[in-house]
């Protein structure tokens, strides 16, 4: 596709919402419950003031929509929002008492409830199995983790790692840890031992979820070794809880008896500390089912997660109980439009943002989520769309990386798969390219069904700019701004862009509910990161802009966060996996367009003295930051150079590096203390 005709097919409207489907919507419903005509009305009521309405935009809507989506408050707020001490620090429904794991589950679960039998979750592992669990079901379950966290000294503010593989369990440990009030603190699977550590160390978790193992393209993928490397470099933990995925117990383990009591020992393959490590079945499983949920402020915390930033550590994202439910339900219900038939399926890890955020925000009305443990492509190309077909999935929602890989294998493998259950697409993560968008609307969607192209980030537990169902829709399109946000996109000065077409920083005017409180190391970092660029607004990092007809779009980070897939990496975690190893002195990474990840690392590295330079070397460097990280973040290109353009202070110019890569213009080299250590760059091995 030419860039002439990319332009097109941006520039050009190729889903409208019939009449019928506008009319059956929710928010079609909600308009009309409050005589609002059309969606600008509507945006414009949520978040600025409006005549004839007592209480401010922001004010009457989140209100509004904790009534109308029947969510449940165990002592009813005084207060909407109290912004008194500036955006920065709101405080939403304030004097409130509620528990997420009683909207999602409790009430669902009740003897007199329509949903009690209800299936809660269909999962389906790689290697075929298929497990339905009811809200019956995952209740007695979940309230078997509280008992259990409970009875290792968990109490209301500790928190609480999940470091698990993607089966049904880990819905009942977050909301366990919801039930006790714990900080549930998810940690991607993928993870290798050194970002795993930083994070259980950060959050300082006593306790840890985590599994044997898992399944990926046919084979076992062992996680207890890398559990226990990471404990013991981040500490804290003192008790593990290892579910069997891998048939452990059941196969490998041995079984003795003492008296009345069963204790299993672990498989030779299975490390296992015999004062530290339990068996799921021996720490879970045996407990009461019975659980009286605690009624909590509204502020109170309930997730930690975690986000990479430009420099240091990953920041700690701080999220409280009405924040974590009213965000995502709202988002369900409108954006996904919400109906009682509907099976969700998003593609992620509980690690990531989107896996809880989907959990919660269907469960609150009852709702069925679909779960997969595995690869995208495994046995074959096709496994997603055998999924849609096998279980009627009503919701796809799928990363563009995710939609570009599974194109290259051809749209023959989509041939004989029902996908008419489908009723909405999703994605986010990334931005899309047309060609891949339309291929996924096309070839997926039938040219029918609109892609909810989505927006936001782990900072605000949902999105910024999301389309409505009832939207109209162009290619790589994010619609406009959500309900009930307040953003904007403004220039260098903060001021709001009246042009269209030019591009700025998308920022928020006002707070939200789902907003991070702060960040888990304090106040200064949140304040810093969010707060500093412009005077009392949120600054999120994104480049942006709407077009003459009112489409927003998105153009990538404003900042040098590597987004690799989807899923986001400091260029500080990738250089400190490589400086861990002894044969590097410096490090600095970037990030390169790629075909398939959209971006894809690119590391620059300085060896220490007397180490020779190697294929061999190359190729252990870039292992080693996938055993540190994840795959996913192994370099695509490891380069070895003698020195980094710097300033003054030290502090390597990643900027510079990024350009002599791409062979753009360098712009001010003012600050620069070495400017020759460019054509050092450019000379790069």
């Known amino acids: 596709m030419s860039d002439t005709e990319t332009l097109e097919e941006i520039d050009r409207v190729v889903y409208e919402p019939d009449g019928e489907f506008v009319r059956g919507s929710n928010v079609y419903e909600f308009m009309q419950k409050h005589d609002i005509e059309d969606f600008e009305e509507l945006h414009r009521r949520s978040t600025t003031d409006v005549e004839g309405v007592d209480a401010s935009g922001l004010d009457w809507f989140w209100g509004e929509v904790v009534d109308h989506l029947g969510l449940e408050f165990y002592e009813d707020y005084e207060q909407v929002i109290d912004d008194s001490d500036g955006p920065q620090f709101t405080d939403w429904y304030v004097g409130g008492k509620l528990n997420i794991a009683h909207n999602v589950l409790d009430r669902h679960a009740r003897d007199d409830s329509p949903n009690r039998n209800r299936v809660a979750c269909i999962w389906e592992g790689e290697d075929g199995d298929v497990r339905e669990i009811t809200f019956h079901e995952l209740h007695r379950q979940s309230n078997k983790v509280a008992n259990a966290l409970e009875e290792r000294g968990i109490e209301t503010g500790d928190t609480v790692g999940l470091y698990m593989p993607m089966v049904p369990e880990v819905i009942s440990i977050l909301y366990g840890c919801f039930k006790v009030g714990a900080i549930a603190v998810p940690i991607f699977s993928g993870f290798g031992v050194d970002a795993t550590a930083t994070r259980i160390g950060d959050a300082e978790c006593r306790v840890l979820f985590t599994g044997d193992g898992f399944y990926r393209r046919g084979d076992e993928v062992l996680l207890k ?7 013991e470099d981040a500490g804290h933990v003192e008790h593990t809880i290892v579910y069997d995925r891998l048939g452990s117990v059941a196969h490998r383990g041995t079984e003795t008896r003492a008296g009345s009591e069963v204790t299993r020992e672990a498989s030779a393959d299975i490390p296992w500390d015999d004062g530290r490590d339990e068996w799921w079945s021996d720490a879970v499983e045996t407990q009461d089912d019975d659980y009286e949920t605690k009624s909590l402020p509204s502020d109170q915390e309930s997730m930690l997660l975690y986000s990479s930033g430009t420099t240091g550590k990953p920041k700690g994202i701080v999220h409280t109980h009405a924040g974590g439910l009213v ?7 409108f954006s996904f ?3 009682p038939a509907d099976r969700f399926f998003w593609v992620s890890d509980i690690g990531w943002m989107m896996g809880p955020w989907m959990l919660i925000g269907n469960h609150a009305f009852g709702g069925t989520v ?27 929602g799928i990363s563009p990386t995710a939609i570009r890989a599974l194109q290259k294998h051809g749209e023959e493998w989509l041939e004989g798969h029902d996908l008419s259950s489908l009723r909405l697409l999703g994605s986010t993560g990334e931005p899309w390219d047309p060609e891949s968008w339309l291929w996924f609307y096309e070839k997926v969607g039938n040219g029918t069904t609109p892609i909810m192209n989505i927006s936001g980030g782990t900072e605000i537990f949902g999105c910024f700019l999301q389309p409505l169902p009832t939207h109209s829709l162009k290619p790589c399109t994010l619609g406009g701004p959500a309900l009930g946000m307040d953003v904007d996109i403004v220039n260098a000065r903060g001021e709001s862009i009246v042009d269209t077409n030019e591009r700025g920083y998308l920022v928020a005017r006002s707070s939200a509910p789902s907003m991070t409180k702060s960040l888990w190391s304090g106040d200064e970092r949140y304040l810093e990161e969010y707060w500093s660029r412009f005077e009392n607004m949120w600054d999120h990092g994104d480049w942006a802009q709407k077009d003459e007809d009112g489409f927003s779009f998105l153009h990538g980070r404003s900042d040098d966060v590597l987004n690799v897939a989807g899923r986001k990496v400091g260029p500080a975690e990738v250089e400190g996996a490589l400086i861990d190893h002894e044969a590097v002195n410096a490090a600095a990474a970037i990030g390169a367009d790629d075909d398939t990840k959209g971006t894809a690392v690119v590391a620059y590295v300085i060896l220490e003295p007397g180490v020779e330079e190697s294929g061999e070397l190359r190729s252990e460097l870039r292992q080693h930051v996938g055993e540190g ?7 695509r290109e490891v380069l070895f150079v003698d020195e980094f353009p710097k300033t003054q202070s030290g502090k390597i110019v990643r900027r510079l590096i990024q350009s002599v890569y791409e062979g753009q213009e360098l712009g001010d080299l003012s600050s620069i203390e070495n400017p020759d250590a460019l054509d050092l760059i450019d000379e790069a091995r």
Do not use: C, N
């Not at 070794?225 to 404990?231: C, F």
């Not at 965000?327 to 219900?333: L, V």
């Not at 779960?371 to 796809?396: C, K, N, S």
């Not at 990280?629 to 370099?635: E, I, S, Y």
């Open 629 to 635: 990280l994840g795959k996913p973040f192994m370099p």
């Open 225 to 231: 070794e890398s559990t226990d490397e990471a404990i």
């Open 337 to 339: 439009d919400h109906k």
């Open 370 to 396: 679909v779960m997969y443990e595995g690869a995208p492509d495994h046995p074959e190309p096709d496994r997603f769309w055998e999924m849609i077909d096998r279980h009627g999935l009503t919701v796809f």
């Open 327 to 333: 965000q995502p339900a709202k988002e369900i219900f």
